[in-house]
């Protein structure tokens, strides 16, 4: 599963390792950009992550009496009560990490400082808390006009709800999402996964790669704004559209699509996902089930045939066994799948081969074996990837601070005075 474990092709650029390589050629897209992370969880850290993926200088910055709280949480209680729970090295590998009590004037002196070596700087508190700490975008763009400074938030700087605090599940709910999540009639539910929470983070990084891209032209910076709310919104565009457009509500559908084509059959030992879902693909599907029969030649007829349509694939695929059909219909070029558990997907022979993860060796120290996924793009002529471990709260504070000019006497006086 680590990120050298795939081959090179005969033909076409070298997908085979997402990290830069002592001779590798290809220059990370972000070299010699520093970005300043001020967030905390999960939204805002895995924003800063996707930066440090291509290449940037990205500094942590949590406070002293107070870190990341994503640090005390995950699957292994140990790592938790050490501060490094999995829940924050997922998404905390290439980062520096600094203290710094943003609360003291002492702190806040260093932060600007920062701000002036720095191209993006990235906060989520609640909107209006950086500003009531003189550490807002006017504030900070004055020092450095070239600042792209981002904002996460919940609900965003406007509006009645701004000044409300949320995570993943409450904008779930918020936005609707929950409420059309389940089989019919049954209890809302949330996704599996914090989908808000990492849709956010990728939107914010590439608001900030846009920011940083116009100011290759103008020379200057910008206030970038990302809102949970909105990107939930964004991800339920075509339900959104569709209820605005004729008042359809999206309601819970279950596994169930418009055609039925498409959806969640049981075999005889498993569920089975099908997506036959264009008019050449559910062609193939009824021929490879020996059902010609069925065939439709336009999808509004396939849509008034839903009832026959699920009545005969319920009945043929409950004759046999999932790796039957999937080794079928794969053959037959019909896009299906098994439903498994995510170890599935990770011992799968594909997707180790993918270089989707990085696995930390020996140089890791205590991390040694931790495994982390590193992003879900590859660049053909520039490197990205991860090579430091996370690392603990204020691990590089002193090296940061002897960077911007602060002697030893200075910082153990910072220190002592719980500054950083």
């Given at each position: 599963m680590s990120s050298t474990s795939a081959r090179r092709s005969p033909a076409g650029p070298d997908w085979s390792s997402p990290m830069s390589s002592p001779n590798s050629r290809r220059p990370a897209v972000l070299d010699g950009t520093r970005v300043l992370d001020l967030t905390h969880v999960l939204a805002g850290p895995f924003a800063s992550y996707q930066l440090a993926v291509l290449g940037a200088d990205v500094i942590k910055i949590e406070a002293p009496d107070e870190p990341d709280q994503a640090r005390f949480q995950g699957s292994d209680p140990q790592l938790s009560d050490a501060g490094l729970g999995t829940a924050f090295l997922a998404q905390a590998a290439n980062k520096r990490c600094l203290t710094l009590n943003l609360k003291s004037e002492a702190g806040r002196r260093v932060l600007r400082e920062l701000v002036q070596t720095a191209d993006v700087?990235?906060?989520?508190?609640?909107?209006?808390?950086?500003?009531?700490?003189?550490?807002?975008y006017e504030a900070l763009s004055r020092l450095n006009p070239a600042l792209v400074y981002c904002s996460v938030s919940a609900f965003g700087s406007t509006g009645p709800k701004r000044e409300l605090t949320a995570y993943d599940g409450v904008i779930?709910?918020?936005?609707?999402?929950?409420?059309?999540?389940g089989e019919p009639g049954t209890a809302a539910i949330k996704c599996g996964a914090p989908v808000v929470d990492y849709a956010t983070g990728t939107t914010a990084a590439a608001a900030i790669l846009a920011a940083l891209l116009h100011r290759k032209g103008s020379g200057l910076g910008q206030h970038v704004e990302v809102a949970m709310s909105d990107v939930a919104a964004i991800l339920c565009s075509s339900h959104l559209t569709g209820y605005l457009w004729n008042g359809a509500h999206p309601e819970q559908k279950g596994n169930r699509y418009p055609f039925a084509t498409i959806g969640c059959y049981q075999a005889s030992d498993g569920p089975l996902m099908i997506s036959a879902s264009n008019l050449r693909q559910q062609a193939r599907l009824w021929h490879a089930l020996n059902r010609s029969d069925m065939v439709k030649a336009d999808n509004p007829s396939r849509i008034r045939a839903h009832a026959e349509e699920a009545e005969a694939l319920g009945r043929i695929i409950a004759t046999q066994t999932v790796d039957h059909w999937e080794h079928l219909l794969q053959a037959a070029r019909v896009p299906v799948s098994r439903v498994q558990r995510m170890e599935a997907m990770l011992a799968d022979a594909h997707f180790q081969g993918r270089g989707t993860l990085h696995r930390f060796e020996e140089s890791a120290g205590p991390l040694k074996g931790l495994t982390v996924p590193v992003a879900g793009f590859r660049l053909s002529s520039c490197v990205t990837g991860v090579s430091a471990p996370p690392q603990r709260a204020g691990a590089q504070s002193r090296a940061i601070l002897r960077g911007l000019g602060y002697g030893e006497a200075d910082i153990d006086s910072l220190e002592a005075d719980g500054v950083v």
């Open positions: 700087l990235i906060e989520n508190y609640r909107p209006g808390a950086m500003d009531s700490l003189g550490l807002g779930q709910a918020y936005s609707g999402i929950m409420a059309m999540t």
